[in-house]
């Protein structure tokens, strides 16, 4: 089981990428248009999308460039946002998720993305594709405006688990790692580990103990330690990668999506308060849609399931057309760069003996251009 | 010990402020500027002025506004922003930060200010001015500019301690209704608990424990408990007090700066882009600044530490003048309305038996303007 599931395509044959219709707040007709936005921009990726096939139809047919590229797999089955997680694992053998899933765990596709239910999403891709051997908590990674070069950083985990020990703490820095090289370009990740303070002496055990671990792989691990973090350096130039528990990084993401909402609405209000401003408005227009480009939430859209045999993209349930393209878009990129297989290879290493640290690195060396 | 320090003061007397020269980043001359921007509001109130004396007379006779209304306690030692706070407890005595706290506990002033070191403060208020019987662990509170009507949210614990029990969660958020109800002119303040879903069997133990202990206070504590909080609410309009644990809470609290200021920095960037986007930033200088006064955190600077026998107010450690007066003001504010003497007996009350509301409610409520 330590071998993902991209091993089972042809070698250079085209990316399957298996899609949830079903589950977002908008209805499958949104999903559709995701995927053809992202079929203009890409022309080589095949689709099987998942969902009550006499919908799906008349959808698809009407999106030419989705011709022969896009196969449904009917299920009649819809996860809703309120069913119980636990629920679905038991009686959800017929929904779309469910269905969208085992296509990445019988090899059909690369990688799923869903707009459904986060909780339910998370337990079925746990009992379906199985943890990664050495992980036992995998993590939500999302990608973070920061005021890096790369603009954006990693953070996990923002809610798969609401706890984690140091030995989780440690993988998911391992996992924050592979994400940020493949996803982000960087050869070498600097991981923080988020604290109240940056004094070593500060803090919860937990989290002193994870620092210890998590400096003694730095070296193996192909990162940068750079310890403890703040809140601050989440969308700071500090670190790239962010490293905490999932009830602290769900907080600090929806208080992250808060801060800026109130100061979207402030910027409204300041520019509608007087007829004079509502001039300055427009004249400020393409600066201001600058602004709102840099920090909308759907040119990143979607988190990503790390520590599965497979790789799973979780777009925002409210996402928009442009938003499931770019979680689309996130989900082919990880595919073609082999990251699953990249990260499987980090967790066996890190598990195993330093002995065997040689062998591997020149592997993932070679993506990252040190050694052509 | 559960009556507090303003109880020694003349009935009609005026307000004293007992205020830390030292210890800020910028130096005691903007402690003093700071003091004289408040004082030209403001011309009732007197200070006592804790440091070196040599070096604060000279910056004190400066300001014409200030005299016959400061006198300096002469202090030579500075508590540092490196000092560990253990450090301070044991040998602190001849300190500004010390000689400022006795001051309140010797009933001479109504309310501490100061820039200093957070931890070293937090220790030293417990020590000199202890804990009200009933709280375990005292708590800073902020004010976080929010969606609602009065501009502003309390949060709590920002970062007093790193760990919270149901119990201690109970009394912040009996602690953060006392503070919403005098500093934000609240009837009935509605509180929430920081959680990562709204739904009840989400969170950690201690939280679902919490959230009963709160329910079940809300009548006799004249507060609304609207359940489980997101961190997406802090900045929000679904409830007017947050209450968390301080390691969340700090996290929170340092994330929406960070997330505010990497906007700014957009903000600016995208005004700058362009000969015309700089020509267009000049036309809307005006609305720009109506957006910057409202998210300029000097305006509410300082943290209130809650739990105590006396009111302590910290102020951000890189505080310029506007800030300091902000901070001073905030302390006047919360001494005028008697706020030390309101909390220690919603705390008692709360700690006793049902059959005593009665009594203290009638108290409370001629503040809150429903029993004139």
């Known amino acids: 089981m330590s071998s993902s599931a991209q091993d089972n395509r042809p070698a250079n044959g085209p990316l399957v990428l298996s899609i949830d219709a079903m589950g977002g707040d908008r209805g499958p007709a949104t999903i559709v248009a995701g995927l053809d936005i992202f079929a203009r921009r890409n022309r080589s990726a095949q689709f099987l999308l998942h969902g009550p096939a006499a919908q799906l139809d008349p959808l698809v047919q009407k999106k030419r460039r989705l011709a022969g590229r896009c196969e449904i797999r009917d299920a009649q089955g819809v996860v809703s946002m309120e069913d119980k997680p636990s629920h679905v694992m038991r009686n959800g053998q017929d929904t779309s998720m469910w269905s969208t899933l085992?296509?990445?765990?019988?090899?059909?596709?690369?990688?799923?993305?869903?707009?459904?239910?986060?909780?339910?999403?998370?337990?079925?891709?746990?009992?379906?594709?199985?943890?990664?051997?050495?992980?036992?908590?995998?993590?939500?990674?999302?990608?973070?405006?920061?005021?890096?070069?790369?603009?954006?950083?990693?953070?996990?985990?923002?809610?798969?688990?609401?706890?984690?020990?140091?030995q989780d703490l440690l993988k998911y820095a391992l996992m924050g790692a592979s994400y940020a090289r493949n996803g982000l370009a960087l050869d070498r990740p600097r991981i923080g580990l988020l604290n109240v303070g940056t004094e070593e002496h500060k803090g919860r055990a937990e989290l002193k103990q994870a620092h210890d671990l998590i400096a003694a792989q730095a070296e193996q691990g192909n990162f940068e330690f750079v310890g403890f973090a703040e809140g601050g350096d989440i969308p700071g130039d500090r670190c790239d990668v962010i490293v905490t528990d999932g009830f602290t990084g769900n907080i600090a993401l929806k208080t992250g999506e808060g801060t800026a909402s109130?100061?979207?609405?402030?910027?409204?209000?300041?520019?509608?308060?007087?007829?004079?401003?509502?001039?300055?408005?427009?004249?400020?227009?393409?600066?201001?849609?600058?602004?709102?480009?840099?920090?909308?939430?759907?040119?990143?859209?979607?988190?990503?399931?790390?520590?599965?045999?497979?790789?799973?993209?979780?777009?925002?349930?409210?996402?928009?057309?442009?938003?499931?393209?770019?979680?689309?878009?996130?989900?082919?990129?990880?595919?073609?760069s082999g990251f699953g297989d990249r990260l499987a290879a980090r967790i066996a290493s890190a598990a195993s003996t330093a002995e065997d640290t040689a062998a591997d690195d020149g592997d993932e060396q070679k993506k990252d251009g040190t050694d052509p």
């Open 102 to 166: 085992d296509s990445v765990r019988n090899g059909e596709a690369t990688v799923a993305v869903s707009c459904g239910n986060t909780g339910a999403l998370m337990l079925l891709s746990m009992v379906r594709l199985r943890k990664l051997p050495g992980v036992n908590r995998p993590a939500i990674a999302v990608l973070w405006p920061s005021k890096n070069p790369q603009g954006f950083n990693v953070m996990l985990d923002v809610g798969a688990d609401i706890r984690a020990d140091a």
């Open 262 to 336: 109130l100061i979207g609405q402030f910027l409204r209000e300041a520019f509608a308060y007087s007829p004079l401003s509502r001039v300055a408005a427009l004249l400020a227009l393409t600066s201001l849609k600058r602004l709102q480009a840099r920090i909308d939430p759907r040119r990143k859209n979607g988190g990503v399931f790390l520590g599965l045999n497979g790789t799973v993209v979780k777009s925002h349930g409210a996402a928009d057309a442009t938003g499931v393209a770019a979680a689309v878009e996130l989900a082919y990129d990880l595919a073609q």
